[in-house]
């Protein structure tokens, strides 16, 4: 089975700071994907990162994807207000076609 | 515009009553799916159609019904049986389902709360 654990769940920071969210998943898979939620809203698409040491990057935002540690990253250079959601991974498995398997989420509160 | 809709944007179900989820694409995807959200968690799958007139139980699909009679809609159906639905309900659709299909879309949401 599939699991997919994300972490921090929940990450408070200064605006003008820089971190990062981690997605680690448990079986072999050449595909993963990050979504943002907005608060009560459905989930817009990020990131597709298709293949071992894909790096994507749009804004602040940079994800990279490393398939033999299982390990997705979301690195947030120099954050903004309007960056404040909660951002999800989510893995396909190498058998399940597009079935995803979902991480917790993590919820990022950036503050002035 | 392209994309998908859900209807009713909140929905509110007595005990013992069997309610209907809409979801409607027009972006001629193949795939759609059905998830579930509870309140600080992750999406958890309910049901998903590969095409039309197909459709297999995801993670959690007790309790709840789908059909697939027209490419671009899916409905979903949440039935007595399931005893906990309240819950943010979110369908889904992708161009396929083969392993190079890329990303799913993703619809407004429903918010299911009972009375």
Request: aromatic content about 12%; glycine content about 8%.
């Amino acid at each position: 089975e599939l699991k997919v654990e994300q972490n921090p769940l929940f990450l408070s920071m200064q605006e003008g700071k820089n971190y990062t969210i981690y997605c680690n998943y448990s079986t072999t898979s050449d595909r993963l994907y990050w979504y943002r939620q907005d608060p009560g809203k459905s989930l817009e698409s990020l990131f597709v990162l298709l293949s071992n040491g894909a790096v994507k990057q749009e804004g602040r935002l940079m994800a990279s994807l490393d398939t033999k540690a299982r390990l997705s990253t979301l690195h947030i250079t120099a954050a903004v207000h309007d960056l404040s959601a909660t951002y999800f991974c989510a893995v396909a498995g190498e058998t399940s076609g597009s079935r995803l398997t979902f991480g917790e989420g993590t919820q990022l509160t950036v503050n002035p | 515009d392209g994309g998908i809709t859900q209807s009713p944007k909140y929905l509110f179900r007595k005990e013992g009553q069997n309610v209907t989820l809409s979801c409607e694409q027009n972006l001629n995807h193949d795939a759609m799916y059905w998830y579930r959200q509870d309140p600080g968690q992750g999406l958890r799958l309910i049901y998903y159609s590969q095409i039309v007139n197909d459709f297999q139980k995801g993670d959690i699909a007790e309790g709840y019904s789908v059909s697939r009679e027209k490419k671009e809609s899916f409905p979903l159906t949440v039935t007595s049986a399931q005893k906990n639905p309240t819950a943010f309900y979110l369908c889904a659709s992708s161009r396929g389902f083969a392993k190079w299909t890329e990303t799913q879309y993703f619809g407004p949401g429903t918010r299911l709360l009972v009375l």
